[in-house]
C-alpha cells in the first residue's frame, strides 16, 4: 500500500502558487522519475508524462493541478511592510493572523490595518509583517502548509490543491496490465481559472479524459444533508463550475467502482473551474469526468482529509483503467 | 499629432471603425501587409518575414462608452454603458452619438427637484439621459436610431507639466505607440494588431493571436493611475513621470517572466525608465493572448492614466515617450538576441 503520509507530506510541502510552481513541479518530476521513467515540462509549466501501450486499446488523459493559490507582493513600504494581491482563490478575512512562506523562505504574518471600524476586511487593509529587506515586488508566498498527520487523517493547509497531484504520481508507477495509451498531466495555474493545462494537449485527441481534483466535505458523516464525507470513499463528480459529467463517463466510473467494491460517493462542485471542464471546451471537444478526493477545509486555512480516500481513489482509477 | 487624433475619434467596442481608419491609412504606406478579419481586428504586418522571432503587438481600439436603448417620448435618449464606465461621473458631461456626431448632453433631475437624500447619492445611469435638443421623439429618431453608441465629446489638449488631457487614452495611448513603432524598420518578423471589444471581455484579441500564432506577443496599455493629492503610494498602482509600468500580475494574467526580462533588460540597457505595475487588480488582452494555442510568451506595458475610464482622462507624454522608446528598445534586443529563455525556476527580476 503506498506511504500516503510520505506522498501527501512531500507534495504539501513543495512551495508552488499558481505560476511560480518551481517546487512543486521539482517534486513531480523527481516523483515519477522512479515511477514512470521521465516526464517533459512545457513552456507553460505543465509537467507531462506519457505511457504508451503496444495495441492500446485507447488514449486515455489524467490531470491534476500542481499550483495552489497564494500572495503575491505589490508593494513594500519603507518598515518592511508588504502590501499583497491575491493570486487565485484566497479570502482577505481568512487570513489575518496566519502564517505566510515566501519561496525564498522568508516567513511573513498577515495582518490587517486596525482603522477599518468592523468593514469588511479586504486585500487593501492586508499587509504581510516581514523582516525589512526580506521580500521584493513580484516575490510569492503561499500559506504556510504546516503538514501534519494522525494517524490516518491528514492535515495541511493546501491539500485542496495537491491530493490529486499525490493520487496520480502514486498511480504512474502501477499501471501494469493497463491497456490504455495513458497521458499523464499536471496542470500549472489551475486555481486561478485552470489556465495552462489545456495548452499541453493543444491539438491532442483523447478517447477518455479524467480531472482528478478534491472536493468539500462535510466534517462528519450526517452533518448536512446531501454532503460528501472524508472516508467515504472517492467522489464520482457528476459537475463543477465547467463541466457536466456525461453519463457513460460517470457509468464507467461507477462500473469500475462497484466491480471492486470500492465505496464511492456522487458528488458536485459547483464553485471550481476545472482543467477537465475546460478540456471538454477546447478545440473539438473532448469526453471528461472527474474524481474528487473529498477534504475538509475549516473557514481558515487549514483542511484535513482520510488516507483511505486517497487509496480508494488510486483503485479506483487503476479499476477503471482496466476496465 | 496622431494621439489627438486617435483620442477624439470614436471606437466603442464592437464600432471601432473611426479608429480603424485612422491607423490603416496612417500606416497602409509602411506596412509589406494591411487586412482585418471577420470581428473588426486589424492586422499590419512589417519587417523581415524570413527572421524570427514572429512577434505580436497588441493595443485595443475599441473605448468605454455609451448605446442607446431606449428614445423617450420627450425625445431625449436612454443608454446604458459598453464597458465599465464609472455611473458616478456622467452627469452632465457632453456626448456626441452615433456616427453622425449628434452633440448631447447627459443629464438628470434638476437638482432643485431632488430629494435631500437623493442629493447625497450619485446618480445611477437609470436616472440619466441624453439630451439632445430634440423636441420630440419623432424629431430625435431623425436624427438617433436605438442601437447608437455615445463618446465622451472631450478634445484632446496639452496642459500642465508635460501632461495631456483627452478621452480614451486607454487605449489609444497604446494605439499611438504601436502606430510609431510600425513606421520603424525592424529584421524582424513584426505583426501589429489593434484589436476590438477589449473592453467587453478581451473579446477581440484570442482570434487575433490565434490567426497570427506568434511566438510572442507584447500588449501596450493604458493603465491605472492613482498618484494624485492624498493618495497613498501603496493604492497608486502606477505613477505619472516614473515611466512605462511592467505587469507582474493582473486578474488575467501571471506574467510571463521571460517576457519580463527581455522588457526589463531592454530598459535598463537604454536607460528608460519603468515601473512595476503594482496591482492585481485589472485586466488586459494578454489574459487572452497568453492563452492561445499552445500558450503564448506575452507581456504587458502600459502608459499610467489618471482617471481611466472617465470622460477627462490624463497622461503624462513624457511616460507615453519611454513607453514608445522600451518598444523600440524590446524589438532592437529581440534583433540581437532572439533566443527567449525558458523562465529560470526561482528566478524573479526587481
Same mark, same amino acid.
Given at each position: 500500500m503506498t506511504d500516503w503520509n510520505r506522498l501527501t507530506g512531500g507534495a504539501s510541502a513543495a512551495f508552488g502558487p499558481a505560476g511560480f510552481e518551481t517546487g512543486i513541479r521539482r517534486w513531480v518530476t523527481d516523483s515519477l522519475a522512479s515511477r514512470i521513467g521521465g516526464c517533459d515540462v512545457d513552456r507553460n509549466g505543465n509537467v507531462i508524462a506519457r505511457r504508451s501501450t503496444p495495441g492500446a486499446k485507447g488514449r486515455v488523459l489524467l490531470v491534476a493541478g500542481l499550483d495552489e493559490p497564494g500572495l503575491m507582493v505589490t508593494h513594500v513600504e519603507e518598515n518592511g511592510v508588504a502590501r499583497v494581491a491575491p493570486i487565485g482563490p484566497l479570502n482577505a478575512k481568512h487570513l489575518v493572523g496566519v502564517r505566510v512562506r515566501f519561496e525564498g523562505g522568508a516567513i511573513g504574518v498577515v495582518d490587517a490595518e486596525h482603522d477599518i471600524d468592523g468593514g469588511a476586511v479586504d486585500f487593501a487593509h492586508l499587509f504581510v509583517a516581514v523582516p525589512a529587506g526580506t521580500v521584493r515586488v513580484g516575490d510569492t508566498a503561499v500559506v504556510d502548509p504546516q503538514f501534519e498527520s494522525a494517524g490516518q487523517i491528514l492535515y495541511a493547509a493546501n491539500l485542496p490543491w495537491r491530493a490529486g497531484a499525490a493520487v496520480l504520481v502514486a498511480l504512474a508507477g502501477e499501471l501494469a496490465g493497463c491497456p490504455y495509451d495513458v497521458t499523464f498531466l499536471f496542470s500549472a495555474q489551475r486555481s486561478v481559472g485552470a489556465r495552462a493545462g489545456r495548452l499541453a494537449v493543444f491539438g491532442e485527441t483523447f478517447d477518455r479524459v479524467l480531472d482528478i481534483g478534491t472536493v468539500a466535505a462535510a466534517p462528519a458523516a450526517g452533518k448536512r444533508k446531501g454532503s460528501v464525507r472524508p472516508g467515504g470513499g472517492p467522489v464520482i463528480r457528476a459537475l463543477d463550475h465547467s463541466l457536466i459529467v456525461r453519463p457513460e463517463i460517470k457509468d464507467w466510473l461507477i462500473g469500475a467502482a462497484r466491480s471492486r467494491g470500492i465505496p464511492y460517493q456522487m458528488g458536485v462542485k459547483p464553485d471550481e473551474t476545472s482543467d477537465g471542464g475546460i478540456l471538454a471546451m477546447t478545440e473539438g471537444g473532448l469526453p471528461v469526468g472527474g474524481i474528487d478526493i473529498p477534504v475538509y477545509r475549516t473557514c481558515g486555512p487549514m483542511s484535513y482529509l482520510h488516507t483511505s480516500d486517497l487509496e480508494q481513489t488510486l483503485l479506483l482509477l487503476k479499476a477503471a483503467l482496466e476496465e | 499629432m496622431l494621439l489627438k487624433r486617435l483620442s477624439e475619434a470614436a471606437g466603442p467596442s464592437g464600432f471601432e471603425d473611426e479608429v480603424r481608419r485612422i491607423l490603416y491609412e496612417e500606416l497602409r504606406p509602411h506596412a509589406r501587409r494591411v487586412y482585418t478579419d471577420a470581428l473588426g481586428n486589424l492586422f499590419v504586418e512589417t519587417g523581415n518575414p524570413g527572421r524570427g522571432p514572429r512577434v505580436m503587438l497588441a493595443a485595443h481600439l475599441d473605448e468605454v462608452a455609451l448605446m442607446v436603448v431606449q428614445i423617450d417620448d420627450a425625445g431625449t435618449l436612454r443608454f446604458r454603458p #459598453?464597458?465599465?464606465?464609472? @455611473? $458616478? #461621473? *456622467? #452627469?452632465?458631461k457632453a456626448v456626441f452619438v452615433g456616427p453622425n456626431r449628434i452633440p448631447g448632453v447627459i443629464g438628470s433631475k434638476a437638482v432643485h427637484l431632488q430629494k435631500p437624500e437623493e442629493r447625497g447619492k450619485p446618480f445611477s445611469v437609470e436616472d440619466l439621459y441624453i439630451d439632445i435638443g430634440a423636441s420630440g421623439r419623432e424629431q430625435a429618431e431623425r436624427h438617433v436610431s436605438v442601437g447608437d453608441t455615445a463618446v465622451f465629446a472631450t478634445a484632446f489638449e496639452r496642459f500642465g507639466d508635460g501632461k495631456a488631457k483627452g478621452k480614451a487614452f486607454d487605449d489609444r495611448v497604446g494605439c499611438a505607440a504601436l502606430a510609431e513603432t510600425a513606421k520603424k524598420s525592424f529584421d524582424l518578423p513584426l505583426v501589429f494588431a489593434f484589436t476590438v471589444q477589449e473592453e467587453i471581455? *478581451? $473579446?477581440? /484579441?484570442g482570434p487575433a493571436a490565434y490567426r497570427v500564432d506568434p511566438d510572442l506577443a507584447l500588449v501596450v496599455e493604458g493603465t491605472l493611475c492613482f498618484d494624485v493629492a492624498g493618495a497613498e503610494e501603496k493604492d497608486a498602482v502606477t505613477v505619472q513621470g516614473r515611466g512605462p509600468a511592467l505587469s507582474i500580475l493582473d486578474r488575467m494574467t501571471i506574467a510571463d517572466r521571460a517576457v519580463l526580462r527581455r522588457l526589463v533588460r531592454a530598459a535598463e540597457k537604454n536607460g528608460i525608465p519603468y515601473q512595476w505595475r503594482r496591482s492585481g487588480a485589472g485586466a488586459n488582452d494578454a489574459g487572452a493572448i497568453h492563452l492561445v494555442r499552445r500558450g503564448i510568451a506575452t507581456g504587458a506595458v502600459s502608459v499610467p492614466v489618471r482617471y481611466i475610464h472617465s470622460p477627462v482622462q490624463v497622461v503624462d507624454l513624457a511616460d507615453y515617450h519611454h513607453t514608445v522608446r522600451l518598444l523600440e528598445a524590446f524589438l532592437r534586443d529581440l534583433e540581437e538576441d532572439p533566443q527567449l529563455d525558458f523562465? /529560470? @525556476?526561482?528566478e524573479w527580476t526587481s
Amino acid at each position: 500500500m503506498t506511504d500516503w503520509n510520505r506522498l501527501t507530506g512531500g507534495a504539501s510541502a513543495a512551495f508552488g502558487p499558481a505560476g511560480f510552481e518551481t517546487g512543486i513541479r521539482r517534486w513531480v518530476t523527481d516523483s515519477l522519475a522512479s515511477r514512470i521513467g521521465g516526464c517533459d515540462v512545457d513552456r507553460n509549466g505543465n509537467v507531462i508524462a506519457r505511457r504508451s501501450t503496444p495495441g492500446a486499446k485507447g488514449r486515455v488523459l489524467l490531470v491534476a493541478g500542481l499550483d495552489e493559490p497564494g500572495l503575491m507582493v505589490t508593494h513594500v513600504e519603507e518598515n518592511g511592510v508588504a502590501r499583497v494581491a491575491p493570486i487565485g482563490p484566497l479570502n482577505a478575512k481568512h487570513l489575518v493572523g496566519v502564517r505566510v512562506r515566501f519561496e525564498g523562505g522568508a516567513i511573513g504574518v498577515v495582518d490587517a490595518e486596525h482603522d477599518i471600524d468592523g468593514g469588511a476586511v479586504d486585500f487593501a487593509h492586508l499587509f504581510v509583517a516581514v523582516p525589512a529587506g526580506t521580500v521584493r515586488v513580484g516575490d510569492t508566498a503561499v500559506v504556510d502548509p504546516q503538514f501534519e498527520s494522525a494517524g490516518q487523517i491528514l492535515y495541511a493547509a493546501n491539500l485542496p490543491w495537491r491530493a490529486g497531484a499525490a493520487v496520480l504520481v502514486a498511480l504512474a508507477g502501477e499501471l501494469a496490465g493497463c491497456p490504455y495509451d495513458v497521458t499523464f498531466l499536471f496542470s500549472a495555474q489551475r486555481s486561478v481559472g485552470a489556465r495552462a493545462g489545456r495548452l499541453a494537449v493543444f491539438g491532442e485527441t483523447f478517447d477518455r479524459v479524467l480531472d482528478i481534483g478534491t472536493v468539500a466535505a462535510a466534517p462528519a458523516a450526517g452533518k448536512r444533508k446531501g454532503s460528501v464525507r472524508p472516508g467515504g470513499g472517492p467522489v464520482i463528480r457528476a459537475l463543477d463550475h465547467s463541466l457536466i459529467v456525461r453519463p457513460e463517463i460517470k457509468d464507467w466510473l461507477i462500473g469500475a467502482a462497484r466491480s471492486r467494491g470500492i465505496p464511492y460517493q456522487m458528488g458536485v462542485k459547483p464553485d471550481e473551474t476545472s482543467d477537465g471542464g475546460i478540456l471538454a471546451m477546447t478545440e473539438g471537444g473532448l469526453p471528461v469526468g472527474g474524481i474528487d478526493i473529498p477534504v475538509y477545509r475549516t473557514c481558515g486555512p487549514m483542511s484535513y482529509l482520510h488516507t483511505s480516500d486517497l487509496e480508494q481513489t488510486l483503485l479506483l482509477l487503476k479499476a477503471a483503467l482496466e476496465e | 499629432m496622431l494621439l489627438k487624433r486617435l483620442s477624439e475619434a470614436a471606437g466603442p467596442s464592437g464600432f471601432e471603425d473611426e479608429v480603424r481608419r485612422i491607423l490603416y491609412e496612417e500606416l497602409r504606406p509602411h506596412a509589406r501587409r494591411v487586412y482585418t478579419d471577420a470581428l473588426g481586428n486589424l492586422f499590419v504586418e512589417t519587417g523581415n518575414p524570413g527572421r524570427g522571432p514572429r512577434v505580436m503587438l497588441a493595443a485595443h481600439l475599441d473605448e468605454v462608452a455609451l448605446m442607446v436603448v431606449q428614445i423617450d417620448d420627450a425625445g431625449t435618449l436612454r443608454f446604458r454603458p #459598453v464597458g465599465g464606465v464609472d @455611473e $458616478r #461621473v *456622467l #452627469v452632465s458631461k457632453a456626448v456626441f452619438v452615433g456616427p453622425n456626431r449628434i452633440p448631447g448632453v447627459i443629464g438628470s433631475k434638476a437638482v432643485h427637484l431632488q430629494k435631500p437624500e437623493e442629493r447625497g447619492k450619485p446618480f445611477s445611469v437609470e436616472d440619466l439621459y441624453i439630451d439632445i435638443g430634440a423636441s420630440g421623439r419623432e424629431q430625435a429618431e431623425r436624427h438617433v436610431s436605438v442601437g447608437d453608441t455615445a463618446v465622451f465629446a472631450t478634445a484632446f489638449e496639452r496642459f500642465g507639466d508635460g501632461k495631456a488631457k483627452g478621452k480614451a487614452f486607454d487605449d489609444r495611448v497604446g494605439c499611438a505607440a504601436l502606430a510609431e513603432t510600425a513606421k520603424k524598420s525592424f529584421d524582424l518578423p513584426l505583426v501589429f494588431a489593434f484589436t476590438v471589444q477589449e473592453e467587453i471581455g *478581451l $473579446r477581440g /484579441a484570442g482570434p487575433a493571436a490565434y490567426r497570427v500564432d506568434p511566438d510572442l506577443a507584447l500588449v501596450v496599455e493604458g493603465t491605472l493611475c492613482f498618484d494624485v493629492a492624498g493618495a497613498e503610494e501603496k493604492d497608486a498602482v502606477t505613477v505619472q513621470g516614473r515611466g512605462p509600468a511592467l505587469s507582474i500580475l493582473d486578474r488575467m494574467t501571471i506574467a510571463d517572466r521571460a517576457v519580463l526580462r527581455r522588457l526589463v533588460r531592454a530598459a535598463e540597457k537604454n536607460g528608460i525608465p519603468y515601473q512595476w505595475r503594482r496591482s492585481g487588480a485589472g485586466a488586459n488582452d494578454a489574459g487572452a493572448i497568453h492563452l492561445v494555442r499552445r500558450g503564448i510568451a506575452t507581456g504587458a506595458v502600459s502608459v499610467p492614466v489618471r482617471y481611466i475610464h472617465s470622460p477627462v482622462q490624463v497622461v503624462d507624454l513624457a511616460d507615453y515617450h519611454h513607453t514608445v522608446r522600451l518598444l523600440e528598445a524590446f524589438l532592437r534586443d529581440l534583433e540581437e538576441d532572439p533566443q527567449l529563455d525558458f523562465p /529560470a @525556476e526561482g528566478e524573479w527580476t526587481s
